[in-house]
């Protein structure tokens, strides 16, 4: 039976029968990917704890007429525990979960950048920012906006999202896809302090240093800013998930 290794992220699983699960998998070389954990519900399996969500892991699979199997398991980064110690870390790190689970829809389609930014931001998660911690759910913002931007959906802070007008402009239309013109500004459009839209523009573009000393009030017109950006533009059952401990 043919075998291949690659490495992944495990964004889900899923019971199958009395001991085994599936494994939904991001992976470095081959995007998403849904393969066969055997026995690993069993207390006597050598690596079911690796296959938690969460888990970074460097996998061999044997390839399978519907599923592949996990056949070899070995650890990369464990970023799970450190995040169940702190729930609102652990519901900033199910949403990119889910974020990137809904972003790559198609199996077996190489996603490497979305791979690379789910790793980055668990990681940042668990350590801090190059430039020292941040809060989480700043991570999180970053995280939905470069993950968006990647997919295609970069919003725009600066110039007008409908017709290009060189900005600044003072309204934000997540609809439109960002900061609009008044010409181009749709009714209940917000109207954002420049401030914001200034962290907003870190964020997407991950210039940490950017972000020190945000007042509160900002990062929460972020907060909410990128939310609703971001259920526009994924699946509305994010909804609650996106909400949740900002």
């Not at 790793?119 to 020292?132: C, P, W």
């Not at 929460?220 to 699946?235: N, P, V």
């Amino acid at each position: 039976m043919p075998t291949y290794r690659d490495e992944a992220v495990v964004l889900r699983t899923h019971k199958l029968g009395e001991a085994d699960r599936i494994i939904t998998l991001l992976s470095r070389r081959r995007g998403k990917i849904r393969a066969v954990a055997k026995g690993v519900r069993r207390t006597s399996s050598k690596f079911g704890a690796r296959l938690e969500p969460f888990s970074h892991i460097d996998l061999q699979f044997a390839e399978g007429r519907t599923l592949d199997v996990v056949t070899q398991v070995e650890s990369l980064d464990a970023f799970g525990p450190a995040l169940t110690e702190d729930y609102p870390t652990y519901t900033a790190g199910q949403v990119m979960l889910e974020t990137a689970d809904r972003l790559v829809v198609e199996e077996g389609e190489p996603s490497l950048q979305q791979y690379l930014l789910l790793v980055g931001a668990l990681r940042v998660l668990n350590r801090g920012t190059a430039d020292g911690p941040r809060p989480a759910a700043m991570i999180l913002d970053s995280y939905l906006l470069r993950a968006l931007a990647v997919a295609g959906y970069a919003p725009s802070f600066a110039d007008c999202a409908r017709c290009g007008l060189v900005g600044p402009h003072g309204a934000f239309s997540p609809v439109t896809g960002g900061v609009v013109c008044e010409r181009c500004r749709p009714a209940g459009s917000a109207r954002p302090s420049p401030a914001t839209l200034t962290l907003l523009a870190a964020l997407l573009e991950g210039r940490w240093a950017d972000t020190r000393d945000v007042a509160p009030g900002v990062a929460r017109e972020a907060s909410g800013l990128t939310s609703a950006f971001a259920i526009w533009h994924l699946d509305r059952n994010l909804r609650s998930l996106v909400h949740v401990e900002r």
